[in-house]
């Protein structure tokens, strides 16, 4: 009989540790890859869509938005008597739309509250409004600012106020 040294034991007991750990290993494998389809481990087979996960509230409808706008106020409409604003309803509309078509030319729109806005104060912020969130603001004007993508510009937006071009910010 052979005599054991250190090396012939150590290989005594490696070999069968190896081979029962790649056996173990094996049958998880086989395990996992032949589980039931649950919807925790639900995969489309070929040609199957998934239909894509619900958005996050955060990114779509956002608690909180920063914008600038441009009010064009007439006689008759809030705040109107204390700017002293005598146009009258249709000159206003003129007013804001051609506030808006060169918004919509590319014209700068910083420049373009001071030229066109009745808002006090509005030549010197830019017409910004700074961040505000729902509830901050008339509803008309709160659907219109949080309906705008950041950079875009709205239409002309009537409110109790006047006239409004917003253009979202953030």
């Known amino acids: 009989m052979e005599a054991k040294t250190p090396t012939s034991s150590r290989r005594e007991w490696f070999v069968p540790a190896v081979l029962a750990l790649g056996t173990a290993l094996a049958l998880v ?20 869509t998934v239909p894509p996960a619900a958005p996050a509230p955060a990114q779509d409808d956002p608690q909180e ?8 106020m007439w006689a008759g409409t809030v705040a109107a008597a204390q700017q002293g604003v005598t146009r009258s309803q249709p000159e206003a509309r003129a007013r804001a739309e051609e506030a808006l078509r060169r918004a919509r030319a590319g014209e700068d729109f910083s420049s373009l509250a ?27 004007f709160e659907d219109a ?11 002309v937006v009537e409110s109790p106020f006047g006239y409004h071009i917003i253009r979202r910010t953030r």
Do not use: C, Y
Not at 34 to 45: E, G, I, L, V, Y
Not at 114 to 140: C, K, N, Y
Not at 145 to 155: D, E, V
């Open 29 to 48: 494998v086989v395990r996992v890859s032949s589980a039931p389809n649950t919807p925790d481990t639900a995969r489309p087979s070929s040609g199957d």
């Open 65 to 72: 938005i920063e914008a600038s706008h441009i009010l064009v």
């Open 114 to 140: 001071g030229t066109f806005s009745d808002e006090p104060g509005a030549g010197s912020r830019g017409g910004s409004l700074g961040r505000f969130g729902r509830g901050r603001m008339v509803q008309v």
């Open 145 to 155: 600012a949080f309906a705008l993508r950041p950079g875009q510009l709205s239409g």
